[in-house]
């Protein structure tokens, strides 16, 4: 197989630098190699600097991380990547002014995580809209960032969680640790709660949470966004 010619994707990092990391692994493991050239090429930037998205959207404390994450794009863009990939959720807030500022496309992780969960929606969902439990920061609910595409693909419900300020806690004890045991309860005890309201999918929506789905029910399908990316970015790499 002529894997030589796949392209090169750049990736907005460090927001935090674990699910980066993770997004890493991910399309390593996504990939039947028999050797390095069959992988996907990358030039990642782990950006930790980056100013606090929970700061500046939901907290009202900080800077706008906008103008850090277009010289990001714009620096990768001059490095010579096919297109772009920012493995962060809240970030996609500023997916426009990315988009405006380079010539090269953003993946964009909302839309497909959006996507993929309605296409776990059971059957019965084809009646109903079915119900989206989200599992995410307070941003989303507050500037609609996923509502905006799943009214495009459908009348799903997105369901938020009832004790959102203490999943905000949780996600900010995971990128303390990552393995935080307090944290991974919350998660666990929040996504039962969404299950119990009637969500016919779970869509992890927040990359810190990427690193703890372990914790997630099986009783219903779990969606990550940042497997969603994974695929995008594959399809991205061989177009």
């Given at each position: 197989?002529?894997?030589?010619?796949?392209?090169?994707?750049?990736?907005?990092?460090?927001?935090?630098?674990?699910?980066?990391?993770?997004?890493?692994?991910?399309?390593?493991?996504?990939?039947?190699?028999?050797?390095?050239?069959?992988?996907?090429?990358?030039?990642?930037?782990?950006?930790?600097?980056?100013?606090?998205?929970?700061?500046?959207?939901?907290?009202?404390?900080?800077?706008?991380?906008?103008?850090?994450?277009?010289?990001?794009?714009?620096?990768?863009?001059?490095?010579?990547?096919?297109?772009?990939a920012m493995p962060c959720?809240?970030?996609?807030?500023?997916?426009?002014?990315?988009?405006?500022?380079?010539?090269?496309?953003?993946?964009?992780?909302?839309?497909?995580?959006?996507?993929?969960?309605?296409?776990?929606?059971?059957?019965?969902?084809l009646t109903s809209g079915?119900?989206?439990?989200?599992?995410?920061?307070?941003?989303?609910?507050?500037?609609?960032?996923?509502?905006?595409?799943?009214?495009?693909?459908?009348?799903?419900?997105?369901?938020?969680?009832?004790?959102?300020?203490?999943?905000?806690?949780?996600?900010?004890?995971?990128?303390?640790?990552?393995?935080?045991?307090?944290?991974?309860?919350?998660?666990?005890?929040?996504?039962?709660?969404?299950?119990?309201?009637?969500?016919?999918?779970?869509?992890?929506?927040?990359?810190?949470?990427?690193?703890?789905?372990?914790?997630?029910?099986?009783?219903?399908?779990?969606?990550?966004?940042?497997?969603?990316?994974?695929?995008?970015?594959?399809?991205?790499?061989?177009?």
């Open positions: 197989s002529d894997m030589a010619k796949r392209k090169v994707i750049g990736i907005l990092g460090g927001m935090g630098p674990a699910a980066t990391v993770l997004l890493q692994q991910k399309l390593i493991q996504a990939i039947a190699a028999e050797d390095d050239a069959d992988h996907v090429p990358l030039l990642v930037d782990v950006n930790t600097q980056v100013p606090s998205r929970v700061a500046a959207l939901v907290e009202g404390t900080g800077p706008s991380p906008e103008p850090v994450l277009v010289a990001m794009a714009k620096r990768l863009e001059q490095m010579g990547v096919a297109a772009l959720n809240t970030a996609h807030i500023y997916a426009d002014a990315i988009r405006a500022a380079v010539d090269v496309p953003l993946l964009d992780m909302v839309e497909q995580g959006a996507l993929t969960a309605v296409a776990h929606l059971p059957p019965s969902a079915g119900r989206i439990g989200l599992l995410g920061s307070t941003a989303l609910e507050k500037l609609g960032l996923y509502a905006t595409p799943l009214r495009r693909f459908g009348r799903a419900a997105l369901v938020y969680p009832a004790r959102q300020a203490l999943l905000m806690e949780a996600l900010k004890a995971f990128k303390r640790r990552a393995d935080d045991p307090t944290a991974r309860a919350i998660l666990e005890g929040v996504a039962q709660d969404l299950v119990a309201d009637g969500c016919d999918v779970l869509l992890v929506a927040c990359t810190e949470f990427s690193l703890a789905v372990d914790v997630l029910p099986a009783t219903v399908p779990v969606v990550d966004a940042l497997d969603a990316l994974v695929t995008t970015i594959l399809e991205a790499a061989d177009a």
